[in-house]
């Protein structure tokens, strides 16, 4: 399985920005998806994640702001992301559990910077 991640870029404070996710190869083998950050000398964190039966869960950070969504369908998950502030400035990770209930693998990051 192989993610790709799209839509990141250059907003100002409480703009908005919508990022995807799309899985390819076996996808009939990824149950969980999710979007982690990390932001530079910061750990990665989670940022949202949601089953396949649609369940969310968020970091308190981003409650309120953010909604994950997923098309099971197509295999996407998306990110939107409002009233963005500053401290969202990150390299965002779309994430998923691949044949198991645990998040496993990553794929490669799209930057989001917000200007104050």
Known sequence: VQLQASGGGLVQAGGSLRLSCAASGNTFMV???????????????????????????????????????????????????????????????CAAAIASWQINLWGQGTLVTVSS
């Open 31 to 93: 149950n969980d998806m999710a979007w982690y950050r990390q932001a530079p000398g910061k750990q990665r964190e989670l940022v949202a994640q949601i089953t396949v039966g649609g369940t969310t869960n968020y970091a308190n950070s981003v409650k309120g702001r953010f909604t994950i969504s997923r098309e099971r369908a197509k295999h996407i998950v998306y990110l939107q992301m409002n009233s963005l502030k500053p401290e969202d400035t990150a390299v965002y990770s």
